[in-house]
């Protein structure tokens, strides 16, 4: 199934690689003209780090010519260890971690800076509220070389890979997407599938495991009560939990540790 009521426990071993929180509101221009000195000054003592960057959008196209758009002003707060990164601009504000500890650590790193920027910039409403969720499961780190994915995986986000006949190392890529509705205000999109993580870094060898990626990416449309924001994004984690649990087979949880 892909949605689970199976209990979401704590585990040892977490799979999550990033984790993101996304709150897009309408477009406040003060942000991208002015520099968030007062909000840098509420956040300071858990993100002291600063860069200021300019993000290049992609060509708008009118009627049907491309246009240039102007560049928009990204601000990077970072944590002292690296480890959170906190981007403003005037359409959204995000939180993400490379190194995710569980739900309740990653919601209270948000909340001072969400209630500091809901304080000062007073926006009008939260237009799309999004958690993503990217996680990597690597049969290595878990001590799992030898078990096929189809003994980790639950069947409906394997494809071919969970016929007992196919040979995985024949398979060259495995790929599944969903779009689907959670509630009546929550979506979900959904990428399950092998492949390999590219490193960018020029200095650092290429990881040449396969690993099954589960990229889950839940989100509130509407118009969300700033109020209301703390309670939605609990909401899409409940849901996130549903997911995920659903796509692992009680073989994996064993080897995550259920604590």
Request: charge should be negative; charged fraction near 20%; glycine fraction near 6%.
């Amino acid at each position: 199934m892909l949605l689970s009521d199976h209990p979401h426990p704590h585990y040892e071993k977490t799979l999550a690689h990033e984790v993101i929180c996304q709150l897009r509101f309408p477009t406040i221009l003060t942000i991208n003209n002015v520099e968030p000195a007062d909000f840098q000054e509420r956040i300071r003592e858990d993100f002291p780090q600063y860069a200021r960057k300019q993000d290049v959008l992609p060509p708008k196209v009118v009627n049907g010519k491309p246009e240039p758009q102007p560049p928009v002003t990204n601000y990077h707060f970072l944590s002292q260890d690296g480890r959170w990164k906190l981007n403003l601009t005037k359409d959204f504000i995000a939180l993400s971690t490379l190194s995710y500890p569980g739900w309740e650590e990653f919601a209270r790193m948000l909340d001072k800076p969400l209630a500091a920027f809901i304080q000062l910039y007073k926006p009008a409403y939260f237009q799309r509220v999004g958690l993503r969720y990217l996680n990597l499961i690597s049969r290595t780190a878990l001590g799992l070389e030898d078990t096929p994915w189809r003994q980790l995986i639950a069947p409906a986000y394997l494809g071919v890979l969970a016929e007992a006949d196919i040979n995985e190392d024949k398979i060259l890529s495995c790929g599944y997407d969903v779009q689907m509705k959670l509630d009546s205000s929550c979506a979900a999109k959904i990428h399950a599938g092998t492949g390999r993580l590219k490193v960018n870094n020029p200095n650092v060898p290429q990881d040449t495991e396969i690993k099954f990626i589960l990229d889950m990416d839940l989100s509130m449309g509407g118009s969300t009560p700033c109020g209301l924001a703390a309670a939605a994004l609990e909401t899409l984690h409940g849901h996130s939990a549903r997911v995920f649990e659903g796509a692992v087979t009680d073989t994996l949880r064993d080897a995550m540790g259920r604590v």
